[in-house]
């Protein structure tokens, strides 16, 4: 009898199981119409909800391992919820596996979050059919009082945010595209001790890198000098990829997965710049730089950790890198002599751009929206949308909300007097942006301005006043990244993942040596075969688009 | 244990058929679980190989999808790389089973012959350890001991007069690297299994063996090896139907540009393809290519084992 009871209650149970795994019938997307319509125009005003409203909104965790990813245990997204009175449940991916995780949960259909970060999930326009989305014009016209007040006196973010069929279907991460960008860094003890000068040409380049190969610049008497250190993978060829500035080249990084550095405009014509000549003498020089002990061997598997050990020992005189990190490289160096985090005075220096034989000297301005895009899911309740186009348009351009991203919490880590100064504040022994970043300040991983003043809170005057004398050498990309229709999109994601593999694959080589550049001919002509005329035709005409929107 | 008498022997269809079921209700309740795992997380997932055949829209579900009929195994087949991953695929696996297959039944059976308990059971928990290190941070060892420059391996070669290796970016060294720090992750925690065949052994059989005059290398070879010959078929059979189930987890963390010539396998090119283009169509037809053909080995193999030895899975 016990056995029988027993046998009944599993059974119920495994029943129970089965039928709690089936999968819930789709739901239909509710209407996109808010309940607020009724309501006065919304002005800005805090809060942004009389109740505690709660969203859920996944993110991946940004590319910079020192930023604090978002939590609510963090001062700064606890003011946050103070300030607006919605509370976020966040669900945050690495960045690396963040289309992975998130494209595999898009596709179940299931378990969406309210809003979600769109970076590297495909077409949006797609998104949206797909009924992953919900297209925001409506809800931007609503409620988008600090997007509205952007967009008027930025039209060009306007037009890269609009989709091909008039839709915004997700407000953008923007950046500041001439500042700081990718450079190499030259350690300027290293260059007085070999009694050379910051180098202008690619030759001069060349001979500096010698000259710190040969004589000992880490003064430990041993042949262990590693010249010039960088990454090259896949997913980060932009720390070479900027020298080809030096051979009148733009490989524009484009973030994303978006390969718009493969193409450039010259003359009125959009053409790859992987079959031109320029591009052979780029990997030339690039190969030339590897085969004489010049460069790292480990650029294929280098992260940015490999660098700093680079740098700790005195081994490297040059790193490519994100130029706003020189600092970083310099509080590393052997040569930094008290100077905590090399915030005071200069030890790397970004490089001034090599002249190309053309004369021209210049590097090319990031692509102005770099993927990050908060868009609002179909599962996100009709009743909260209106509140989630707030919270969106508060984050992104929200006087408190840009606050907290430059200086944090007041009070915490900074302070206010009567005539409006502030003033930093932080624990005794522990360094201001340390401290901001540790509790949630800086640049979060949510879609944001990159403003210029809150980059200069946090950038060494040292440094800033080098990025003012350094304007005059950026020069605008000449392919935007503005959005694909779905049939280009589609053609995209036939061709491009197989021509990249193909492109990385072989470029790798030439630059290792292990294909000789007597092949880059076929390397061009191959190109060819594998469909690159049908990708570059799509470039065209987004680029057409480009120039009807842009004007340029 | 004698036979009971059926009770219900005399009972014909579904009267028969209750009647068991009450008698055996026990078994049938312990047995129900891994049953309703097998139909829940097995056998109903399987309707999803209907993708590999759909232009998938999360709005319309997998069955509401359109067709488009064999769109993505042309695009898999008619793919330039179609004849190197599976090249690829097949040369790493096959590389790997011969090498690594005999590695751990070695290492069995010599720790079952060490005579102090507590050497073979300290031997056996270093071997072990690197099976339970993460895969990325076990990578992450391995490329550290391989660096060009300033890794272990190179340095000591370089102190050996030798010229230093990028193990790393020559797609000739890929498989060895592959292979050799897979064994030092597995072999391990492979040899329990055989450890536990060893174990089972009669001890009568040995005992009669010394007493015969056996040698310790004659009584592994008359008496470790064939008792261990079932388990050994059994999991070379397993291992052999898993051939093109390459992970790609590993082998990302291991390769660059530079060795795609003999890395690429299927799994990474559905990773690249599939998961990272949110192409699951794509992805669910390169991966029932990759089922037909596991299936397929594994009848074959099945099959030559049962000619060869009797010994089969079924």
């Known amino acids: 009898m016990r056995h029988s009871k027993l046998a009944v209650l599993l059974l119920v149970l495994l029943s129970v199981a089965i039928v709690a795994s089936a999968r819930a019938p789709q739901e239909k997307p509710p209407a996109t119409t808010t309940t607020a319509a009724a309501e006065a125009p919304y002005a800005g005003k805090l809060p942004l909800a009389p109740e505690k409203v709660t969203l859920r909104f996944a993110t991946h965790k940004g590319t910079n391992e020192a930023m604090a990813p978002p939590s609510n245990d963090l001062p700064v997204y606890q003011q946050l919820e103070k300030i607006t009175n919605v509370h976020i449940e966040w669900e945050t991916v690495s960045w690396k596996d963040y289309p992975t995780v998130m494209a595999t949960r898009v596709a179940a259909g299931s378990n969406l979050p309210d809003i979600l970060n769109l970076d590297r999930l495909g077409n949006y326009a797609k998104l949206a059919s797909d009924g992953v989305i919900i297209p925001q014009n409506e809800l931007i016209e609503k409620y988008g009082y600090y997007v509205k007040e952007f967009f008027k006196s930025n039209p060009a973010y306007k037009a890269m945010m609009t989709a091909p069929d008039g839709n915004i279907y997700c407000i953008e991460n923007t950046v500041l595209d001439s500042h700081l960008s990718i450079m190499p860094m030259v350690n300027k003890y290293a260059m007085q001790r070999v009694g050379l000068g910051m180098p202008t040409t690619v030759d001069e380049f060349y001979n500096l890198l010698k000259a710190f190969r040969d004589k000992d610049i880490n003064g430990n008497k041993k042949a262990d000098e590693v010249p010039f250190v960088l990454i090259f993978t896949p997913d980060q060829p932009w720390y070479l990829f900027q020298l080809a500035n030096a051979f009148d080249l733009e490989m524009t990084w484009g973030g994303g997965t978006d390969p718009a550095w493969m193409f450039r405009v010259r003359n009125g014509k959009l053409e790859c710049q992987l079959q031109l000549p320029e591009f052979k003498n780029f990997i030339t020089s690039i190969n030339r730089l590897y085969t004489e002990g010049l460069m790292n061997k480990d650029l294929t598997s280098a992260n940015y950790d490999r660098l700093i050990e680079y740098v700790t020992s005195g081994q490297a005189g040059v790193v490519s890198y994100w130029s706003t990190y020189a600092y970083l490289f310099g509080g590393a160096s052997p040569d930094n002599q008290g100077d905590k985090d090399g915030m005071k005075a200069s030890i790397f220096v970004p490089m001034t751009p090599l002249k190309s034989p053309s004369g021209a000297q210049y590097y090319t301005k990031r692509l102005s929206l770099n993927g990050d895009g908060m868009g609002i899911t179909t599962k996100c309740p009709a009743e909260k949308r209106a509140v989630a186009m707030k919270w969106i348009d508060y984050l992104f351009n929200g006087p408190e909300a840009l606050m907290t991203q430059q200086w944090g919490v007041e009070g915490l880590s900074y302070t206010k007097d009567a005539a409006g100064a502030i003033t930093k504040k932080a624990p005794a022994g522990m360094e201001w942006s340390a401290y901001v970043t540790s509790i949630g300040g800086n640049q979060p991983p949510r879609a944001h301005q990159q403003l210029l003043a809150v980059w200069r809170t946090w950038m060494p005057q040292w440094l800033e006043d080098l990025d003012a004398t350094y304007q005059k050498y950026y020069k605008d990309p000449s392919v935007v990244s503005i959005q694909f229709t779905q049939a280009e999109s589609d053609v995209l994601k036939a061709k491009v993942p197989d021509l990249t593999t193909y492109v990385f694959e072989t470029i790798t080589k030439f630059i290792l040596g292990q294909t000789p550049l007597s092949q880059f001919d076929a390397f061009a002509a191959e190109l060819d075969k594998r469909g690159i005329k049908d990708v570059q035709k799509i470039y065209e005409q987004r680029w057409q688009r480009q120039v009807k929107v842009l004007g340029k | ?314």
């Open chain 2, 1 to 314: 244990m004698a036979d009971h008498p059926i009770a219900g022997k005399n009972l014909r269809g579904l009267q028969r058929f209750w009647y068991l079921c009450r008698r055996d209700r026990d078994l049938l309740v312990i047995v129900s679980l891994p049953f309703a795992f097998y139909v829940l997380f097995r056998y109903l997932p399987m309707y999803g190989i209907i993708l590999a055949f759909k232009d998938f829209a999360v709005n319309k579900g997998i069955l509401g999808s359109p067709w488009v009929g064999l769109r993505w195994f042309e695009q898999f087949f008619g793919s330039p790389y179609f004849f190197r991953l599976i090249r690829n695929t097949f040369l790493l696996s096959t590389y790997y089973i011969v090498f690594s297959f005999p590695v751990p039944i070695i290492f069995a059976i010599l720790l079952s012959e060490l005579k102090h308990r507590w050497y073979q059971r300290f031997a056996q928990t270093i071997s072990y350890l690197p099976y339970f290190i993460s895969m990325v941070v076990a990578m992450g060892m391995v490329v550290n001991f391989l660096n060009p420059q300033e890794g272990i391996l190179n340095v000591a070669l370089e102190r050996l007069g030798a010229k230093p290796i990028d193990f790393i970016n020559d797609a000739r060294w890929f498989r060895p690297v592959y292979i050799v720090s897979g064994i030092w992750q597995n072999f391990g925690f492979n040899a329990i299994l055989y450890l536990a065949a060893i174990t089972a052994i009669d001890p009568q059989l040995y005992e009669a063996a010394t007493i015969d005059g056996a040698t310790q290398l004659q009584r592994i070879r008359h008496i470790t090896i064939p008792s261990l010959v079932p388990t050994i078929v059994i999991l070379l059979i397993l291992n052999l139907g898993n051939m093109l189930n390459v992970g790609f987890e590993k082998i990302i963390l291991l390769y660059t540009p530079a060795t795609y010539e003999t890395a690429d396998v299927i799994s990474t090119y559905v990773y690249r393809r599939g998961l990272q283009e949110n192409n699951f169509g794509f992805g669910t037809a390169v991966g029932l290519f990759n089922a037909v053909v596991n299936f397929a080995l594994i009848i074959v193999f099945n099959r030559i084992a049962r000619r060869i030895s009797s010994i089969s899975l079924w």
